[in-house]
């Protein structure tokens, strides 16, 4: 029987060392940010110990700076609630010793060429011979998504992003206060189509949006998004609808979807510019005009 | 059978090596080399005044590349004994609210890292004054100035009022990387602390009696741990964090508190100090480590009694001795017996070399924590075969003047007999060898 027990050890034994729990502790922390533990929800303060079974809970524009094992350092930026155990992977620690390393850096080191500036001008293009200003932020949004009247049917919100090898954005809807994040979502593709927020979003209300790649720090710009009333949409709709002259029916589509464009009706100004090209096919102006705004706005 | 063949090629590698090792011409020659390198360092001129390698690897040592590139102290856990309180750009007034606030958290020690020169608004001034008075655990730093013959304290403002202080100097080049710290001064006739010296007093007092036994006028920092964007290994709490009460009740609880300046913008070099954790090894351009983080590795250092043992110069030149021996004894048996292959293998072999003795260094360091200083049989290695050449003129010299018998005997001398000279190099290098050798035994 003893020989059975042993056995059992022995073999279980590696298992149980690295089911060891993991410490975490609170290193910093901005915002709405709890622990919830034994059901008792406190404050989490800088240093506070999560105890294993606890939970935490980060409010909307908060995050919290955590170390696990006093080793490992990660953040927690996206609102939500955060048990120890879902934050077991970000404990994984690189265990690569220093002559591993070594033998790695002198392999790198001897393979590696670069050429010479002369030669391979890309290589060395990282020096940049100018002042930055703002926040070091790798995502752009085009001008012509700075507002946005949104009153039906979906578009995309989107953005281009200066690192290649960006794989993940976070992408934020703000309250007209232009702080409280209301829709915050972590993407892989570099848009977000409106229909996916539009049960978030009131009409007669003023919102606002930014995108930053995954782990660089929030965007401080905003992008103006209005979502009109349909009774608003109308009002002005009836203003530009008036024409001085005579025109065809593809005439005034291709005009409505040009000054819905010019004052931000993106998703209207689509419909009226498709319904130009159908009514007159064979012009080409509409079709190449329609072409680039689609072009323009991403739009599929 | 395997086991075989490779046991006969790995004695024919080392025959290779070993062939000459024991010729008197190798041990005469392996000791010209440091003759040379000795004539070297007693030129009284500095040669390398314009050349830029030597001036961009005068502050390069190789046991920095195991914190630049080989992640030696990534899993460096955090030291809890120790917290630092960012004090940014906090005014006196401020200051002084500041160190009240971190007193009522009962740390055992506050060591604070700025000097105030000077008076400024009188309003601010009190306020300061009057928390330095109510924190009877804090220890505040001074600058030692350094004259002719005697270290000085230069004066502060609240001298009166803190009566622990330690100098905040440490041991550096003018933009060089600090890898030393003196423990203790002597200021008139009394020994002075440094400003970690003078924490550690309050806090750990056997640490501190066993610095205070190794009387070591300059100790080499161990550093193990860093605080930037995206490493913390010290606790940084920012000034806002702590007037909020945002701090765990216990975070500072009997430990030792650093008030100083921190700041993580790579573009700000304010008390920013370069050290061997620096991301660039060789030609450092920017100061990587906040002075109060130097000063936190320092603590950490003598709180675990973790010193770095330096071996003794002699180390250094026996080793550089010995493998300079073996290296000449497989430069020679090239030269003498495969010309044709002698640059190929001395270069291939002193590019081994390197690698495998900067690793050696590297491997002492790290497990050890024992500085060996491998420059010497760097250099060694790479001035063997220059010499070999000196060597071999002077030894010819030698032979024709006073008949003296070298395994180098009539190789590459125009002056001898004529007739070797043909191309077959090899036949006449193998027979003069053998003649030599011959009379040797």
């Given at each position: 029987m003893k020989k059975i027990v042993y056995f059992f050890i022995v073999a279980f034994f590696p298992f149980l060392v690295s089911a060891q729990e993991n410490m975490f502790v609170i290193y910093s922390v901005k915002g709405t940010v709890s622990v919830v533990e034994n059901k008792v929800e406190t404050k989490a303060k800088i240093g506070t110990i999560i105890n294993n079974g606890s939970t935490i809970k980060v409010g909307a524009g908060s995050f919290a700076t955590l170390l696990c094992n006093e080793t490992k350092m990660f953040s927690l930026n996206k609102a939500g609630s955060y048990t120890t155990s879902s934050l077991?992977?970000?404990?994984?620690?690189?265990?690569?010793?220093v002559s591993a390393n070594y033998m790695k850096y002198i392999w790198n080191e001897m393979t590696k060429s670069k050429g010479t500036p002369e030669k391979n001008r890309k290589a060395y293009m990282?020096?940049?011979g100018a002042v930055g200003r703002g926040d070091v932020n790798n995502v752009w949004v085009d001008q012509r998504l700075d507002s946005v009247n949104y009153v039906s049917g979906t578009i995309p919100l989107s953005w281009k992003c200066f690192?290649?090898?960006?794989?993940e954005f976070e992408f934020r809807l703000y309250d007209a206060?232009?702080?409280?994040?209301i829709f915050p979502k972590a993407v892989k593709k570099k848009h977000v189509n409106i229909s996916e927020i539009s049960q978030l979003i009131q009409p007669g209300q003023t919102y606002y949006w930014n995108a930053t790649v995954?782990?660089?720090?929030?965007?401080t710009a905003r992008q103006y998004l209005h979502y009109k009333t349909k009774d608003e949409y109308q009002a002005f709709l009836t203003t530009i609808k008036k024409a001085d002259g005579t025109e065809s029916e593809a005439e005034m589509n291709f005009r409505l979807g040009f000054v819905l464009e010019e004052n931000h009706y993106i998703g209207e100004a689509y419909n009226y510019y498709l319904k130009a090209t159908q009514l007159d096919p064979t012009n080409s102006f509409y079709r190449n005009t329609f072409m680039s705004f689609k072009k323009d706005f991403e739009i599929k | 059978m395997l086991h075989k063949h490779i046991a006969r090629h790995t004695k024919k590698y080392v025959r290779h090596i070993?062939?000459?090792?024991?010729e008197r011409d190798t041990f005469f020659a392996t000791i010209a080399v440091f003759v040379f390198l000795i004539l070297l360092g007693m030129i009284?001129?500095?040669?390398?005044?314009?050349n830029p390698m030597k001036l961009a690897l005068k502050?390069?040592?190789?046991?920095?590349i195991a914190y630049a590139k080989l992640e030696?102290?990534?899993?460096v856990k955090k030291d809890n004994r120790i917290v630092v309180v960012n004090t940014g750009h906090l005014d006196r007034a401020e200051l002084g609210f500041l160190i009240e606030k971190v007193s009522s958290y009962n740390p055992k020690v506050i060591g604070l890292d700025i000097f105030f020169k000077g008076e400024r608004e009188p309003d601010k001034d009190s306020i300061l004054r009057e928390a330095f008075k109510k924190t009877k655990n804090l220890v505040a730093v001074s600058v030692g100035i350094w004259g002719e013959h005697d270290f000085t304290i230069d004066s502060n403002n609240f001298d009166d009022v803190i009566p622990k202080r330690g100098y905040a100097n440490l041991i550096g080049e003018d933009i060089g990387t600090i890898r030393y710290y003196s423990p203790f001064e002597t200021v008139g006739h009394e020994k002075y602390p440094q400003i970690t010296t003078a924490i550690i007093k309050e806090y750990d007092h056997e640490a501190y009696e066993k610095l205070e036994k190794r009387h070591k006028e300059q100790e080499f920092i161990n550093y193990k741990r860093r605080v930037n964007t995206d490493v913390k290994q010290y606790q940084i709490i920012e000034s806002e964090d702590m007037m909020a009460d945002n701090?765990?009740?216990?975070?500072?609880?009997?430990k030792i508190v650093l008030l100083g300046y921190i700041n993580y913008?790579?573009?700000?070099?304010?008390d920013k100090k370069f050290t061997p954790?620096?991301?660039?090894?060789?030609?450092?351009?920017i100061p990587d480590m906040n002075g109060i983080i130097v000063q936190a590795n320092i603590i950490s250092m003598v709180l675990d009694t973790d010193y770095i043992h330096k071996m003794p110069k002699w180390v250094a030149w026996v080793v550089a001795i010995i493998i300079g021996w073996i290296h000449m004894s497989l430069f020679i048996r090239y030269y003498l017996e495969s010309h044709i292959w002698f640059h190929l293998v001395a270069k291939l072999a002193q590019l081994f070399s390197v690698i495998a003795f900067a690793y050696l260094g590297i491997l002492l360091f790290d497990k050890f924590e024992v500085k060996l200083d491998m420059k010497y049989t760097l250099y060694v290695i790479a001035l063997a075969v220059d010499v070999i050449y000196f060597y071999e003129a002077f030894v010819g010299w030698l032979h024709r003047k006073y008949g003296y018998q070298t395994?180098?005997?009539?190789?590459?001398?125009?002056?001898?007999?004529?007739?070797?000279?043909?191309?077959d190099h090899h036949k006449h290098e193998t027979t003069t060898h053998q003649s030599t050798t011959h009379e040797h035994h």
């Open positions: 077991s992977d970000s404990c994984k620690t690189n265990n690569s010793s990282s020096n940049v690192v290649d090898e960006a794989e206060s232009k702080t409280k994040v995954k782990g660089e720090p929030e965007n | 070993t062939k000459y090792l024991y009284p001129i500095n040669f390398y005044v314009l502050d390069f040592d190789f046991n920095d030696k102290t990534a899993n701090v765990d009740s216990n975070l500072l609880k009997n913008d790579p573009n700000d070099v304010e954790m620096n991301d660039k090894f060789a030609g450092k351009a395994i180098f005997g009539h190789h590459h001398n125009p002056l001898e007999n004529a007739t070797h000279h043909n191309n």
